[in-house]
């Protein structure tokens, strides 16, 4: 299966499913990274791996409408069979939820539909729970909404910061990102009660 990887900033998701698709048995390969600005680690770890890359800033277009539509036409470049977010801090719109709609996934570092958003962390220590971990869904239009695929919980420990809590998670995510990833491209999945295979 070709995937497509969006990011925003340090990419470690994005290494791992590069460094499981360098065996070809994983099922699935990295075919092109996508972010929303330069200069960030994750275009970096695809350069040094010969990904290719595209940049779409929000900022040169006239509208977010007009942004949406260029990063959809760059990654049906790549034809991807899955999108993956990973760390992309941008809510795509209307025309790439037609394009990957079923197809474009996210993981989030909190155990939706908690503490949904960019502070996921954080907003687990601010309320005091016990346990977090992250999750994996199929994005949706609205915020860290959409049907969860698969979640994964770690202890949240009373030394924990916002950066211990945040690491602990992120060693789970990744894992469970290059799982669930692997799994999908291997095996296909369900959609609309419709069994979906990828080449
Ligand atoms: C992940 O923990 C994800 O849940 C959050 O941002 C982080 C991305 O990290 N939205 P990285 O860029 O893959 O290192």
């Given amino acids: 299966a070709r995937l497509v990887v969006l990011v925003s900033g340090s990419g470690s998701n994005l290494q791992a499913l590069l460094d499981a698709s360098r065996d070809p048995s994983y099922g699935a390969k ?14 970096a770890r695809a350069e040094a791996a010969e ?16 942004w949406d539509k260029a990063l959809t036409e760059a990654a049906v470049q790549h034809q991807p069979d899955l999108v993956i977010s990973a760390g992309f801090l941008k809510l795509v719109g209307p025309e790439f939820l037609r394009a990957f709609g079923g197809r474009y996934l996210n993981t989030h570092n909190a155990l ?16 005091g729970v016990k346990v977090s971990g ?4 199929i994005v949706d239009e609205g915020v860290d ?4 695929i698969a979640q994964v919980a770690v202890p949240v420990l009373d030394e924990d910061t916002e950066e211990t809590l945040t690491e602990r998670i992120k060693v789970v995510e990744r894992e469970q990102l290059v799982e669930y990833v692997g799994r999908m491209a291997r095996d296909g999945w369900t959609l609309n009660g419709r069994k979906v295979t990828v080449p």
């Fill in 134 to 137: 992250a999750t994996l869904f």
């Fill in 145 to 148: 909404t959409g049907a969860i």
């Fill in 51 to 66: 990904v290719p890359t595209f940049v779409c800033r929000v900022a040169d277009f006239a509208t977010r409408d007009l």
């Fill in 30 to 43: 990295v075919v092109a990274v996508g972010a929303d600005r330069f200069e960030i680690a994750g275009l």
């Fill in 112 to 127: 939706l539909p908690s503490f949904p958003g960019i502070h996921g962390p954080r907003d687990a220590l601010a309320y």
